[in-house]
């Protein structure tokens, strides 16, 4: 993919630009004599590779200048056109105000303004930000970087200033992992990157694991103890809180007859207190009977009986002598009667009383004997002690099976340990392996880009440059560029600020080189990239430069005037005007890429 055209819904404040599929340059100004040594203009050269970023489904981010500045910059929408692998167009649009939806429109001609375009012209309108990002990645369709999206090689295509003092690794990564970049330049370069995502997996399980059994070592204390050793004492232990919860067992026994002596103590009460009210209404009853059967001999008179009748015999002498004798008569037979029924009675009472005074007896001597247990202070103390001593104990029990399982748990996570680690010596070794396949495969990838650079340095500076693959101490690919003296020995130029830029610019320009018939990006963003070189190498590198961009290798050059090169005419170089498709300026507002004064 190429870029087309970059341009906004406000002209006035972001012109547009149109790019040739070859070579670009955005040429920087300084007409003010102040600014001429000054190493920051602030005219947006590298502002722009950060709009198209930012069109490219860059993540929003609020130190982002769009953001930062957002009430400057929040009406702001910008469309960016590409060239598509498969000829067409396709047009991106994204608004500051609303930086999550996208839209995209594919269109067979270039150079369309959709600014003012209504919604039947876009293939997908307003779609959300992650969902946008999958439909232009396919509709890109790179899959020379597969299984990484289109947004990793964007990366080192608009490469900054700050983005030139390391080759493979970008600025925005230096904060990072190496995982996070490594397998990707493995995989552009030739290598497996799966071989070395595994290594990077296999390293933090390992790392997982190491910490797992540092937390289960902490578990055990600062005890210096082995399996073994636990598992003999836990057995012996074990004898111990047995025997121990034998003996508690029994008193606890002795305790829930407490419970139960308790309970029956009370029912004795109750029930003694019931017999004692039976035993004394017994004792009345029969004391009224004696009573009763004492006073039925005196109850009847049988003398005062018979001087009534011989007072009333003097009026009635015969009919009163025949009635006292059948009184008398009557009288005995009455008294006769109730003394048997009295005795009758006196005897069931009686034996009632003395059964419930043996009841009472007895339980009476029950009601002692359940009050005797309960007042054993001595047992139940002991079986406190006996308690006490049973919990210690199962504790110490507790803490040893802990102890166990913990020494368990590190001896199956070492085993794991072991095991990764041999994973780990074998992923190394096939990866090592890879390593020297790539290095000795002609026609291979790895082969082609090396050689594409060293062409390219070489061209640049005069000087080949020699790109290195090794597998370090850690099992993980390290990377590393640098110059050849003519005896193709490494030398220290690309420490050089000036020479860094041109290796890391050979490194880009070697893959898009290598890469140029397969589904990759055709274009580079290079910012700044002449700045501090010698005017010859400047002349080479504008050569190089152009000769790529006869090969199809869209380039995006950004310069300062006071950087273009004397030739060897002793004149100063200039870009043919089709090359420059913007120039920026010091000399106004209207001369920065916003048209605006500095933010």
């Not at 920087?28 to 005219?43: C, Q, T, Y």
């Not at 375009?117 to 020379?144: C, M, P, R, T």
Request: aromatic residues 8%.
């Amino acid at each position: 993919m190429r870029l087309s055209t970059i341009y906004s819904n406000l002209p006035n404040g972001f012109r547009r630009i149109d790019f040739n599929p070859g070579l670009n340059v955005v040429l920087g100004d300084i007409r003010d004599p102040e600014n001429r040594d000054k190493s920051v203009h602030n005219l947006g050269k590298t502002t722009l590779a950060r709009v198209i970023d930012f069109c490219l489904c860059r993540k929003k981010d609020p130190k982002f200048f769009l953001f930062k500045h957002e009430e400057m910059f929040k009406d702001f929408v910008f469309f960016l056109e590409l060239e598509t692998l498969s000829g067409q167009y396709l047009t991106i649009r994204r608004s500051v105000a609303e930086a999550s939806k996208l839209s995209f429109a594919t269109h067979p001609t270039p150079r369309r303004n959709l600014v003012d375009s209504d919604s039947a012209d876009w293939d997908h309108e307003y779609v959300g930000f992650d969902s946008g990002k999958q439909i232009l990645d396919g509709l890109l369709g790179l899959s020379a970087v597969k299984p990484w999206d289109f947004r990793v090689p964007v990366g080192y295509s608009l490469r900054t200033q700050s983005d030139f003092t390391d080759v493979f690794q970008l600025a925005k990564n230096a904060a990072g992992k190496h995982r996070y970049w490594k397998p990707y330049v493995a995989h552009i370069l030739g290598f497996d990157a799966q071989l070395v995502v595994q290594g990077y997996d296999i390293e933090d399980a390992i790392e997982a694991l190491k910490q797992k059994i540092a937390t289960l070592r902490l578990e055990l204390g600062a005890a210096d103890i082995d399996l073994d050793e636990v598992r003999g004492l836990i057995k012996i232990k074990e004898e111990d809180v047995s025997a121990l919860q034998a003996a508690a067992d029994k008193f606890d026994f002795e305790i829930n007859d407490s419970a139960i002596n308790t309970e029956v103590v009370e029912q004795l009460d109750a029930e003694l207190a019931e017999l004692n009210t039976t035993r004394y209404s017994l004792s009345r009853t029969r004391k009224r009977i004696v009573d009763s059967l004492q006073a039925e001999n005196i109850q009847f008179r049988p003398n005062a009986a018979r001087k009534l009748f011989e007072e009333a015999g003097v009026v009635f002498p015969y009919q009163v002598k025949r009635e006292f004798d059948d009184l008398v008569r009557f009288n005995r037979e009455i008294a006769e009667e109730r003394i048997e029924y009295l005795k009758a009675e006196l005897e069931l009472t009686s034996e009632r009383l003395a059964s419930t005074t043996v009841r009472i007896d007895e339980l009476n001597k029950r009601r002692q004997s359940e009050l005797h247990s309960l007042s054993d202070a001595d047992s139940v103390s002991k079986y406190r002690d006996l308690n006490e001593r049973l919990v210690a104990m199962k504790n110490d029990l507790s803490s040893l099976e802990r102890q166990r399982e913990a020494l368990l748990g590190i001896r199956q996570k070492e085993t794991e340990l072991k095991k990764l680690k041999r994973e780990l010596e074998d992923q190394n070794e096939a990866l090592q392996n890879n390593v020297d396949q790539q290095g000795a495969k002609e026609n291979g990838r790895y082969i082609r880009v090396r050689a594409a650079l060293a062409d390219l340095c070489n061209q640049f500076l005069g000087h080949k440059a020699l790109i290195t693959t090794r597998v370090n101490a850690e099992g993980h690919l390290d990377f590393e560029a640098e110059f050849l003296d003519t005896h193709s020995h490494p030398t220290s130029e690309d420490d050089g600020k000036s020479y860094k830029q041109a290796l890391c610019a050979a490194y880009d320009l070697a893959i898009a080189k290598v890469l140029l018939r397969e589904d990759f990006l055709r274009f580079v963003y290079h910012d700044g990239l002449l700045e501090g070189m010698d005017d010859r190498i400047k002349l080479n590198m504008i050569k190089v430069l152009r000769d790529l961009a006869d090969q199809g290798i869209q380039q995006i050059l950004t310069v300062i005037d006071s950087d273009l090169p004397i030739d060897s005419d002793g004149q100063k170089f200039s870009f043919d005007d089709d090359e420059v498709v913007r120039t920026l300026h010091d000399g106004g507002p209207e001369g920065r890429l916003f048209n605006s004064d500095i933010w």
